[in-house]
């Protein structure tokens, strides 16, 4: 049985100019890596658009800084990340788009970044589909439609057969657990419930639910308290 351990990062991509092209991906790295087998260990990271240094908050969050603080710090996030994964197509499959700008300016695009992976000595695939949903738009709207959209793309590739993985930042709180906190209700305006009234018959999350998925980032990260950028890891076997 192959065993293959897969590393996504949620990425947002963020413009004061043309829309990016959704679409194929160029994948960078060797092309004799293994299929994938009955088996498969995916881990998703979201590293802050490679700009969280130790010292970093954000702006719509309450905190001070738009953008990253040293550039060396970028490089040190992003370094060494990669897939170990014999991949077939990966595309940019794009969301439902925030209206407006962000700060009169910027403009966030959502696409979610789908990577599909042939399981060996069938016509199957592991079908891989990393997002980051919208944070601070008004009411969850955009969220509820991004979550819609993700829904409705993984139910279409299950119809075709595939195994499909939804994994990422959600932008939502996923666990009904609620933790110790100190932030203030001003700070806590973007956080909303997932809508589980949308996920289908049978689907479920896989929630930890001994750790908070979520933290706002009105100041910069203290060891020790609630993130919702850690490393997730799980396991999916074929049944």
């Not at 490679?50 to 370094?79: W, Y």
């Not at 700008?101 to 599909?116: G, H, N, Q």
């Amino acid at each position: 049985m192959n065993f293959l351990r897969l590393l996504i990062v949620a990425i947002t991509l963020s413009s004061c100019g043309n829309l990016p092209s959704c679409g194929e991906l160029d994948v960078v790295g060797p092309d004799t890596l293994p299929k994938a087998g009955n088996q498969i260990s995916v881990t998703t990271w979201n590293v802050g658009y490679g700009t969280m240094g130790a010292s970093a908050d954000f702006i719509a969050d309450g905190g001070e800084h738009l953008r990253a603080l040293d550039a060396r710090e970028v490089a040190k996030a992003v370094r060494d990340i990669g897939a170990r994964a014999g991949t077939g197509a990966t595309h940019a499959f794009e969301l439902p788009q925030e209206p407006g700008y962000f700060f009169l300016k910027i403009k966030r695009y959502y696409a979610a970044v789908v990577t599909e992976v042939p399981i060996h000595g069938t016509d199957q695939k592991w079908v891989l589909m990393n997002i980051h949903l919208s944070a601070f738009d008004d009411g969850a709207n955009v969220r509820q439609a991004q979550v819609q959209a993700v829904l409705d793309f993984a139910k279409n590739e299950y119809a075709k057969g595939n195994y499909v993985v939804l994994g990422g930042d959600w932008n939502m709180r996923i666990s009904d657990k609620e933790f110790a906190h100190t932030t203030s209700d001003e700070n806590l305006f973007w956080i909303y419930d997932f809508p589980e009234g949308l996920l289908p018959n049978g689907w479920r999350f896989g929630v930890d639910k001994r750790t908070p998925t979520v933290r706002t980032l009105h100041k910069p990260y203290v060891e020790g308290e609630n993130s919702d950028h850690h490393p997730v890891t799980a396991e999916f076997s074929i049944r």
